[in-house]
């Protein structure tokens, strides 16, 4: 009888924490960070330092990992004591500037970027983490180009969401 009551029961549901993240999701990840990138700089042309602030707090929810703890943020243009920003408002203040704690700060993303182009070097896969290196380029309204050196490491998370863990930037190196 016990062996019957075992077989009327539902088969259990199956939770898969860790899948493996794609070459095409890490790719989609590096876009998605250039449109928000230039998104941030469109809501600061159009409606000046609070909306670019809050497009900015939306778009670094969702593309960086900060709600899990620190991520390692080393910015292109930061140096000094504020070269690393592990928290959610360090890399705010980067992003848009305004922030006391952060004087040095003007905004990366309120440049008036135009386009944001990624190449990359390597792409490595394990399991649901991604690392990348190579290059971001992106053009003012000048039609000036500026290219950064670029590491990346995402993470893909249970629900499927990537975002990024390990963000390095500089300029390359003119010895």
Not at 91 to 118: H, I, M, N, Q, T
Not at 150 to 161: I, L, Q
């Amino acid at each position: 009888m016990l062996g019957m009551a075992l077989q009327a029961q539902a088969a259990p549901t199956v939770q898969v924490l860790n899948s493996n993240i794609t070459r095409a999701e890490v790719i989609a990840a590096q876009k998605g960070w250039c449109s928000a990138l230039l998104k941030i700089g469109a809501a600061y042309s159009s409606g000046g330092f609070k909306k670019a602030k809050v497009t900015a707090e939306a778009v670094i929810d969702q593309a960086y990992a900060y709600q899990y703890g620190p991520v390692a943020f080393k910015p292109t243009l930061a140096s000094g004591a504020q070269t690393f920003r592990p928290t959610r408002a360090g890399a705010l203040a980067y992003f848009v500037g305004g922030d006391p704690a952060f004087p040095d700060d003007k905004g990366f993303a309120l440049k008036p970027w135009r386009s944001c182009e990624v190449t990359n070097q390597v792409i490595q896969l394990s399991g649901n983490y991604a690392t990348t290196m190579g290059n971001v380029s992106f053009k003012n309204a000048a039609g000036q180009i500026t290219t950064v050196d670029k590491t990346w490491s995402f993470m893909k998370e249970p629900d499927g969401s990537i975002r990024i863990v390990l963000h390095h930037s500089s300029l390359p190196f003119e010895g």
